[in-house]
Each structure stands twice: as structure tokens, then as C-alpha cells.
């Protein structure tokens, strides 16, 4: 798989103290919990709940474009999702 990365959404994960190699971590956890998508500006989004190589378990909102992933944001979860995630492993 093939992810898609410019200075947007660099800087969106950024924002949340998120790199990019993390968030890409996080989305290949073969324990990943996958959140039902929904459309947002005409676009589908999905999102993946696991965890990355540092420990951190990070939401990873994502769009696919062909054989492209496009993530749209990625940030630390915290809540229900966080539990559910602990819960389930």
C-alpha cells in the first residue's frame, strides 16, 4: 500500500503531535479496530483506531484514492474508542 503525503496533511498530523510515519504505523496494526466511513465534502472517509510503533494509539482518518491512502488526520485517541481498543485486545 502506497500512502499519499503533502505539506496539508503533514501539517495536519503535526498539529496533533503525530508524524506521519506514525500515523502510517498505526494504520497497518494488525489489530486495528476499522470505524464505520462516512462522506465528507463528496469524499469517503474511513477511519482505523490502533496502535503505533511508540505504543500510542492513534485514530487514523483516511480516505483511499485507487491504491492510495490519503490520510486526513491522525491524533491520539481518548474515550469509548480508547477503551474499546484496550478491551479488545
Known amino acids: 500500500m502506497r500512502f499519499e503525503w503533502d505539506a496539508a496533511n503533514e501539517a495536519e498530523v503535526l498539529k496533533h503531535r503525530v508524524t506521519p510515519a506514525e500515523a502510517e504505523e498505526a494504520y497497518a496494526d494488525v489489530r486495528a479496530i476499522n470505524r464505520p466511513a462516512y462522506d465528507k465534502d463528496g469524499e469517503r472517509r474511513e477511519a482505523t483506531v490502533g496502535r503505533s510503533l511508540q505504543g500510542r494509539v492513534l485514530t487514523v ?29
Open 61 to 89: 482518518v483516511y480516505t483511499r484514492r485507487g491504491a492510495t491512502i490519503r490520510v486526513v488526520t491522525a491524533y491520539p485517541t481518548g474515550g469509548r474508542l480508547l477503551r474499546e481498543y484496550l478491551e479488545d485486545r
